[in-house]
């Protein structure tokens, strides 16, 4: 009897606690609804232009910044697909390190026009597979974008013209200053096989002060903090490196100690002092002069390693103390003696500087490749320097994915409003319900160089109709092959006949973008000449990763909520506690 009441869908079927959500609730609305608004929080950050947010998580930190993948990264989203924009956009920061933004941006904007479509009465099914042949088409097209390359890897001018432009997405007006450190810091460390390139040799140091045209960078590790003893400078030194505490060991368990005279007294600690002074001994006899310890240092320990010259640094960090183990070539020990050679490092100098009243040491290396690279920034507060760094680990990572493909395409909107138009057409000559899906897939890219636009203060319609006409008329003297690539629908042309065509469609690429500044009056710039270009596999990855994550969104049906774990809630404090009885 209990199982049949009215409005209780799988009454009986679970245990009591869940929340269900169906197709017949709008839980297909509901959902792009919730992925909407995380889409429309990050939206106003994107582009160089783009707002700050300030975040404050769960542990009262204050985080300042415009990078999309922290923001996510802070704030704990609890929509079921919600998060799963929030996972794609985390999926393109491990795979890129950048243009996290406009995954979920565009991903937010699919699901918008797939909200529009449904509502004129087309199937989710419809719509994903519609989605489906729009993005596989767009990543295609994207291949024939390209207009430069990073020719010279090892080349800092090179270099520095593909980090220009992801760097002006996150600190603008300081990206010609940062993308010089990060290609001579990247140049320091990069080894024989560019592809074998690892990011986290290198560092930053984020000191307090000055500006940031006062960062510098240093080949070698800095730590933020001066060496213990009296000794601060060695050059072409040998470094123990110490996981384990240099002092005097300790007894497992207590004891008393009877003492009757004075002399007994006196020599109590000899044995000890004996033993620290024989162990700093052997220290220096095999040729150390630089000991890195890991965790704490004995005040007899100090004595004794200052008395015999030695320099001493305290690094706590084991993430840092592995790192510099990387620098120098040495063996971490976990016992307290004399090392063998090989487990011996070489450092040729550390020394302590001061860098806007902070103490620092320095551990550099002479030749001309280092094993790490640090980038010393100076900045005004604490959360401008937090998010310069990412500036600048977003530059690092860039180089990371050069690396894999030095390809580039038009930045500022511009490869986004080319796609737009390329998809357009393939809507145009695709028979079916297919095609409203394709449209409103061409439509989404839009998003992007609107959000620019209006980001900078700009018109956004005004701006999208001039550079659609410029690209409309920079395409038109090649009506043959669109019409021959619209007999094929897709597919991408013959090999050989791309190969004679490839010089015309480099030339041909309409490299039209918003003009953040307006300094033509019109809105729009040739992204190619100002050298705002963006890297072809960044943005391979951001369309494709979006495409995937509103396409899996539409295909939810149904969200069945479990109830959380543990017990009852604890009572809250009583509303009425003021009122009288």
């Not at 609305?29 to 232009?49: E, F, H, K, M, W």
Request: aromatic letters at 4%; glycine letters at 8%.
């Amino acid at each position: 009897m209990s199982l049949s009441i009215p409005n209780a869908p799988n009454s009986g079927l679970f245990k009591p606690g869940y929340q269900n959500y169906d197709a017949e609730d709008g839980a297909v609305i509901r959902n792009i609804d919730a992925c909407r608004t995380i889409a429309s929080t990050v939206q106003t950050s994107l582009g160089p232009y783009g707002r700050n947010k300030i975040v404050i998580n769960h542990l009262q930190k204050m985080i300042l910044t415009n990078d999309a993948a922290t923001i996510l990264r802070e704030l704990d989203v609890v929509h079921p697909a919600a998060k799963l924009l929030v996972m794609a956009s985390q999926q393109q920061e491990a795979e890129m390190g950048d243009a996290t933004n406009m995954v979920i941006v565009f991903a937010g904007e699919l699901l918008k026009k797939a909200e529009e479509l449904i509502r004129m009465g087309l199937k989710t099914s419809d719509i994903v597979q519609g989605f489906e042949r729009a993005g596989d088409f767009a990543l295609k097209e994207l291949e024939e974008l390209e207009v430069d390359r990073v020719e010279d890897i090892r080349s800092s001018a090179e270099l520095a013209k593909a980090l220009r432009t992801v760097i002006a997405a996150k600190q603008s007006g300081s990206e010609d200053g940062l993308s010089r450190m990060v290609a001579e810091a990247v140049l320091a460390v990069l080894p024989k096989n560019p592809a074998n390139f690892n990011v986290d040799n290198i560092r930053v140091v984020k000191i307090m002060g000055g500006s940031i045209e006062q960062s510098r960078v240093v080949r070698g590790m800095v730590f933020g903090r001066e060496p213990e003893g009296t000794t601060k400078k060695a050059t072409k030194a040998k470094v123990g490196v110490f996981s384990c505490p240099i002092d005097i060991s300790q007894t497992e368990t207590k004891g008393t100690v009877l003492l009757k005279s004075g002399k007994e007294l006196f020599n109590f600690t000899k044995g000890e002092e004996t033993q620290m002074e024989n162990i700093v001994k052997e220290l220096h006899d095999s040729g150390i002069r630089v000991v890195v310890a890991g965790t704490t240092v004995g005040e007899l320990a100090m004595h004794y390693l200052n008395r015999a010259g030695i320099l001493v640094i305290k690094v706590l960090s084991k993430f840092e103390l592995r790192r510099l183990c990387r620098v120098v070539g040495a063996t971490p020990l976990a016992r307290l003696g004399a090392p063998m050679p090989e487990e011996m490092g070489n450092i040729d100098i550390v020394e302590t500087l001061e860098i806007g009243g902070d103490r620092v040491t320095v551990f550099r290396q002479e030749n001309d490749q280092t094993r790490t690279a640090t980038i010393v920034l100076r900045g005004a507060t604490q959360n401008h320097l937090d998010d310069v760094e990412r500036a600048v680990d977003d530059g690092v990572n860039v180089v990371k994915a050069i690396t894999r493909d030095p390809r580039l395409v038009p930045g500022a909107g511009a490869t986004e409003l080319q796609l737009a138009q390329r998809i357009t057409a393939l809507a145009e000559r695709t028979p079916g319900f297919d095609q409203y899906a394709i449209q409103k897939f061409a439509e989404a890219f839009e998003v992007i160089p609107r959000t620019l636009a209006e980001s900078a203060g700009l018109d956004a319609t005004e701006v999208l109709a001039r550079l659609y006409t410029a690209h409309h008329n920079a395409s038109r003297p090649k009506p043959a092959t669109k019409s021959s690539k619209s007999k094929d629908a897709e597919p991408a042309a013959p090999a050989a006949a791309k190969n004679e065509d490839d010089d015309e469609d480099d030339e041909e690429v309409p490299c039209f973008g918003v003009d953040l500044d307006n300094s033509s009056g019109t809105g729009v710039i040739d992204a190619e000449e100002e050298g705002i270009l963006d890297l072809l596999v960044t943005k391979f990855w951001a369309i494709k990763l979006a495409t995937e994550a509103a396409r899996t969104v539409l295909s939810v049906d149904q969200i069945i909520v479990a109830r959380q774990a543990g017990g009852p809630k604890p009572p809250g404090p009583n509303p009425n506690w003021d009122e009288d009885d």
